[in-house]
């Protein structure tokens, strides 16, 4: 059992089971949306329990995906794909450890200028 919340705890969730090494995504999107890059786990919707759910707000960011954030604090926590059966929680809400290593760079061709990615994990342009 994993848990989790966003900054000022209004939201908090529990990820029943382990996770998925999370991948890092460097998008446009994902870079406005938490601005650096986002590093995410995907887990099937129904493993995830939310509670504070009157204070999470979506953001459809495109005709597939919406992205969930605190309406209090404004952490961004996930990133759902409205018509999959799983959901991504971003890796900076967990509350301890997650005994997970990332394990892909994602969109790395849209990257910020301002930093570099060496840290050996495997990239992808797209």
């Known amino acids: 059992m994993h848990h989790g919340s966003c900054l000022c705890r209004a939201i908090t969730f529990t990820v029943a089971g382990e996770l998925a090494p999370p991948t890092a995504c460097h998008c446009t999107k994902c870079r406005k949306q ?3 890059y986002e590093a995410g786990t995907d887990v099937p919707k129904s493993a995830l329990t939310v509670s ?46 997650t005994r997970t290593r990332l394990a892909l760079h994602i969109f790395v061709a849209d990257k910020g200028d301002y930093y570099d990615i060496a840290d050996g994990v ?5």
């Open 34 to 36: 938490t601005g650096h």
């Open 52 to 97: 504070g759910e009157d204070n999470l707000r979506w953001y459809q960011s495109s005709e597939h995906v919406r992205r969930g954030f605190c309406a209090v604090c404004g952490s961004s926590l996930f990133f759902d794909p409205i018509h999959l059966d799983w959901i991504g929680i971003f890796m900076g809400a967990f509350d301890g450890p």
């Open 122 to 126: 495997p990239q992808n342009l797209q």
